[in-house]
């Protein structure tokens, strides 16, 4: 028998059919390391496979590897061969969201795990880090709220998989760590009255100072439930009349990009908002269908996130809803979002549902669920009683 590896078989789903598995050993160590699939049902074919697998140079040793050389060019952009293989497979990882895993690293995993071996992290260190992490601190007393330490786990749970996959460890110990209770605040909605104050035939004027772009901007996120990014990015020609194309979101370090989840769609859009759309395009006769919808002063780029915020709050305030109950509301412009969603939901089908909003469906079947635009009749019936006194 062969030292550098053994071999056992594991049944398919077809009958008296299997598949040889093969555990190598590390050069180093002796260790076994985790079975790997050859692929093959007969016990010389397997041999063959595994031959060429150690000569092929791909056999990851396990060892007393550092977790802080693990961590070496992860989530950096680029390097970081994780993300690499995530592309190549066709799953969504963004350079923002890499750059927020790699701050998490940084700044709280690799202080507290850089020189422990990789096959030496337990599933009490890991309790214990979770714990730590919402735990006061030393530095001013503040400790992490349960969400953002559950975030900031969830990279360590994915590194360690990778690691596990690759056969540097035996299991992944974070996979037995249940993650902590995180008790989010859901963002405000709005009323009807609220809603048809903000955007009644005075205000434009009253409420909002006459200012035409940040009237339409927060009237296309009221109609349609589009993410802040979403409207920011949108262009001239995403303006099809009846109905908006859904194609870019605005990242603010990296610029125009897929939406979220790659949800590209097109959103049916209600009258007053096909009219106010209209009337903000005229006013720019020499626009290309390329131009940005709501461009700022610095050519290429939307007005800013924080002056958008800016005209929500004091507009939210000028129909006499104070500072005070819009932080106990938690309202905010993605309350929009929430607001359509709340106004859609129980009125029109889930599935169309996401297909507006672009959240993402975890049923396979809305893989294979597809619309027209004229497809949205009932939801625009539904978006105009938004605008509509009762």
Known sequence: MNSTFTFYKRHTNKKNVHIYYVRFRDPDTGERLAGLSTGCTSKGAAQNWAMEYLASGRLVRKSNMKFGDF?????????????????????????????????????????????????????????QFLIKLISPTNAGGKSL??????????????????????????????????????????????????VL?????TAFTQVWGSNINQFVINLIAASTGLRQGEVQALRVGNFKGTYLVVDRTWDRKYGLKSPKYDSTRCVPIPSMTEAWIERLIEMTPDHTKDDLLFCSTIPDKPIEHKQINKYFKRAVERIGVSSTEIAERFLSFHSWRHTFNTLMRDKISDSKLRRLTGHKSEEMT???????????????SVQNTLFLAS
């Open 145 to 194: 709220s349960p969400q953002t330490a559950n975030n900031i786990f969830q990279v360590l749970r994915t590194m360690l998989g990778e690691a596990h996959r690759k056969g540097l460890i035996d299991m992944n110990p974070a996979t037995h760590v249940s993650p902590l209770a995180a008790n989010n605040r859901d963002h405000g909605v709005f009323t009807h009255q609220e």
């Open 366 to 380: 809305e893989n294979y669920t597809h619309f027209q635009i004229e497809d949205f009749q009932d939801v625009l």
């Open 71 to 127: 961590a070496k060019d992860w989530f950096i952009w680029g390097k970081c061969s994780y993300i690499e293989m995530k592309h190549a497979k066709g799953h969504g990882f963004t350079h923002t969201h890499a750059d927020h895993c790699k701050a998490n690293l940084e700044r709280h995993i690799l202080p507290e795990f850089r020189l422990t071996p990789i096959n030496k992290i337990t599933v009490d260190q890991l309790e």
């Open 197 to 201: 104050s903000l955007f009644s035939d």
